[in-house]
């Protein structure tokens, strides 16, 4: 074995793992030379690293050779202190590269967006490095021979951080810039211009890798990353493979010294339940460092033994029905377990049995991050059953034996679904549009609610006291399988009928809930809702809004023919009551209206104005003075003449502008494919004295709020306890409307009327109600159990 490699999981090393990206077959090779690039990452990171990856694969010049050298675990640091477990490691690159040419470095929080040899190209002149500030060392192109007597190995073991960014940021012409689009930060990003996006608040990276030490909550760029993971999920693409393993799990497997004898391995009684139930004829059986024996195997299953050590790609084994890991995924490489979790599940036609052993309580190779490394790879190979058996070591873990199951059928067949409507139209939109998307028959039950339903959930708990019996639609048996529900209101009732079903009903809940998440499901959590996300709360970027077909055909046949004389291009103002914290005030109209007359008078174009019943008369006669004289049509919700008007508006004017009150009706003007502009409305605290000053620091309690870059701030303990309460049903932050229109900006769906700004991208189309509804199909055909 290797001397560089430590015989102790997860195996320090002296030098970090090289993964060459050669030329691409039938390309001619570049003259160039190597673009080199040394990442900074930790086991823990291993879904960003993949993304990372993936993103120069995507962007990289297909003549050229790059080779990514994976700082992680390196032996000589004491990471005591750091904030990451790579912190100081940039700044012994330069002897890590032998002292000579270039090399780039990147956190793994990162995914380029462009080739990144366009960066190792660049004219360095007499720079030591470049970076978007001198102490910015997120990204930087290095000159090695320049920068080594300041940064090597003894230099980043011994000095702090601070000292090893100060002393060559003071050295005259040492530093030199570089276009800040290589380290965009969060909301810097804009489509087209951003070359690097670094995801610098760790409670909202979009992979969440530290669940016990962060409360993640969502970020407006996550969709960004997902979309990357969807596309290397896709392609089947992982850094390493059986026909490529790591360096470390070659050095392992050709090692002289042997593993420890372990016993032949036991199939728990559960075990042999799951292999009996799935109907397991075949199981293969398989370890690394040794074949494993089984004992007393289930009578009339054949058992074959491989180790994949010396066989990664399993090329003598049989097909099987089912595969039993045992000393196996806490024996490889942690950069390996990636794909070996993949074999697995592609060699097993029925059901995937895994044995671990715990070196934690938290974090790190816990149970915990053990059932997430399995559920990861089950959700890209549906199919199989699967179950995890996970005991203590006891020199590094003190918990008990812990076990997960998660049962699957490859169809559900026609779930009986309940679709819970309170008579709130922005809840009851919202559940029968999921329901609908769904694709299976589907109920209405219609709940009226007496006094009660002002109680708190947690004192109704699940039953029926806040529902007037009488006048709701029945609720008996047979009970549904699936209810949908959204709005704190209809919680109560949702949790009765469960309990009423023996707990078969699955419970999926659209919004706040306003009680414990473990008692749902699913959680679907919008922008606003501030919701922290867990394993069984999905975000999305906008309320699951939808335009019935029906509906909009109707509203066009209404008016029509009633706009047609108007002159085009058409822009449709929709306006809300001032809800949500924001008022409705004449200044501000006066202030729409006169912009919005300047563009009609430029374009000849008219104006559509929609009302809510309650939007205040005063501010509405300051938006008619400064309009007078422009074709315009006005219709107040509710009224005689509104038949539709609303959605006929949104869906035959040319531009949009909504009031920052109305949120689904931005989420429908988005969906309708209009170009939408949001009318920025003053908060209730903007009269107050000081209110504003105040309000910023109430969210830095809570672990909101954003820097003067607009980044946001990094969680702190307060912010976390904060999220600990919501999720027990005992805290509930105030919405935010803010954070939807965040979102929607941040996907190029929504400009800020008057707003000069650079667009931050390209429209990206709402996708929400579809990947909510394949999550529910998911849940539907999965039983998860910790048993």
């Not at 030591?128 to 073991?157: F, H």
């Not at 046949?557 to 822009?571: E, G």
């Not at 019943?613 to 501010?619: D, G, L, V």
């Not at 003075?625 to 040319?654: I, S």
Request: hydrophobic fraction near 40%; glycine fraction near 6%.
């Amino acid at each position: 074995m290797d001397s560089s490699t430590a015989r102790s999981w997860p195996y320090f090393r002296e030098q970090p793992e090289c993964v060459v990206l050669p030329p691409r077959p039938g390309v001619t090779p570049s003259p160039k030379p190597p673009v080199r690039i040394f990442l900074g990452t930790e086991p823990a990171q291993y879904r960003a690293e993949r993304i990372f990856f993936w993103s120069i694969e995507r962007h990289r010049d297909p003549a050229r050779t790059y080779e990514i050298y994976r700082m992680s675990d390196l032996a000589g640091f004491d990471r005591k202190g750091w904030r990451t477990g790579f912190t100081k490691y940039r700044f012994a690159i330069p002897e890590l590269a032998g002292g000579t040419g270039r090399a780039i470095y990147n956190d793994v929080d990162q995914i380029y967006l462009a080739d990144p040899a366009e960066l190792f190209d660049l004219e360095m002149g007499e720079h030591g490095y470049l970076a978007i500030s001198p102490e910015e060392t997120s990204v930087m192109l290095i000159d090695c021979a320049k920068m080594l007597p300041l940064w090597n190995r003894t230099t980043a073991a011994r000095e702090g951080k601070h000292a090893l960014i100060k002393k060559p940021a003071a050295v005259p012409g040492l530093w030199g810039p570089c276009d800040p689009h290589w380290n965009a930060r969060d909301q810097e990003y804009v489509e087209g211009r951003t070359k690097c996006l670094h995801y610098t608040a760790l409670h909202q990276q979009p992979w969440e890798p530290f669940p016990d030490d962060y409360s993640y909550h969502p970020n407006p760029l996550a969709y960004i990353w997902h979309d990357l993971e969807r596309e290397a999920d896709a392609a089947g693409y992982q850094i390493f493979g059986p026909d490529r393993p790591s360096p470390t799990f070659t050095e392992l497997a050709f090692a002289n010294e042997p593993w420890p004898e372990s016993p032949p391995a036991r199939l728990s009684e559960a075990a042999r339940r799951l292999l009996a139930d799935t109907g397991a004829k075949r199981l293969l059986v398989l370890g690394f460092g040794h074949a494993p024996e089984l004992a007393d195997p289930p009578e009339g299953l054949a058992v074959e033994s491989r180790d994949l050590a010396r066989d990664p790609g399993l090329a003598a084994a049989s097909p099987a029905d089912a595969v039993l890991a045992v000393d196996l995924l806490d024996r490889v490489p942690p950069a390996d377990i990636a794909w070996v979790l993949d074999t697995l599940f592609a060699r097993a036609e029925r059901t995937v049995l895994a044995t671990v052993r715990a070196r934690a309580d938290r974090g790190l190779a816990s149970p915990e991050w053990w059932r997430r490394r399995i559920a990861e790879a089950a959700a890209r190979r549906p199919g199989p059953s699967w179950r995890l058996e996970v005991a203590p070591d006891p020199r590094f873990a003190s918990d008990g034996p812990r076990a997960f199951t998660c049962r699957r059928t490859a169809d559900p067949g026609q779930p009986r679904v309940w679709a819970l409507v309170t008579g709130d139209p922005v809840h009851d939109r919202q559940v029968e549009e999921l329901a609908r998307a769904l694709g299976w028959p589907w109920e209405s039950r219609r709940l009226v609610l007496n006094a009660r339903r002002r109680l708190p959930n947690l004192v109704l708990g699940a039953s029926l006291a806040s529902v007037d019996l009488a006048a709701s639609d029945p609720l008996g048996p047979p009970w549904p399988d699936l209810v949908v529900a959204s709005g704190r209101k209809s919680v109560p009732a949702a949790l009765w009928i469960r309990r009423a079903s023996g707990g078969r009903t699955r419970l999926v809940q659209i919004g706040r809930p306003r009680a414990p998440f473990e008692l749902f499901d699913l959680i679907v959590a919008t922008p606003q809702a501030r919701l922290p996300l867990r394993d069984n709360v999905l975000p999305v970027a906008a309320p699951l809004a939808g335009l019935d077909p029906a509906e909009v055909e109707a509203a066009h046949a209404a008016w029509s023919a009633r706009l047609a004389a108007l002159p085009r291009p058409w822009t449709a103002l929709l306006l809300g009551p001032g809800r949500a914290g924001y008022r409705v005030t004449p200044d501000v109209l006066a202030r729409a209206g006169a912009r919005l007359a300047a563009e009609l008078r430029a374009s000849g174009g008219a104006l559509l104005l929609h009302l809510d019943r309650k939007t205040p008369e005063a501010a509405v006669a300051a938006l008619r003075e400064a309009l007078a004289g422009l074709p315009l049509v006005e219709v107040r919700a509710d009224e005689a003449g509104d038949e539709g008007a609303r959605v006929a508006f949104l869906t035959l004017a040319d531009r949009v502008v909504v009031s920052a009150d109305e949120l689904v009706t931005l989420a429908e003007a988005c969906l309708a494919g209009k170009p939408t502009e949001l009318l920025d409305l003053p908060r209730w605290y903007d009269r107050v004295p000081l209110g504003r000053p105040l309000v910023r620091f109430a969210r830095l309690l809570v672990g909101g709020g954003t820097t003067y870059r607009g980044t946001p701030h990094q969680q702190h303990l307060l912010g976390r306890f904060v999220d600990h309460l919501a999720t027990r049903g005992l805290l509930n932050l105030p919405p935010d409307p803010v954070e939807l229109h965040r979102a929607l900006v941040a996907r190029g769906l929504v400009r800020r009327l008057g707003g000069t700004e650079e667009p931050m991208a390209r429209p990206k189309p709402l996708d929400d109600l579809s990947r909510v509804a394949e999550r529910v199909r998911r849940l539907m055909s999965e039983q998860p159990s910790a048993a």
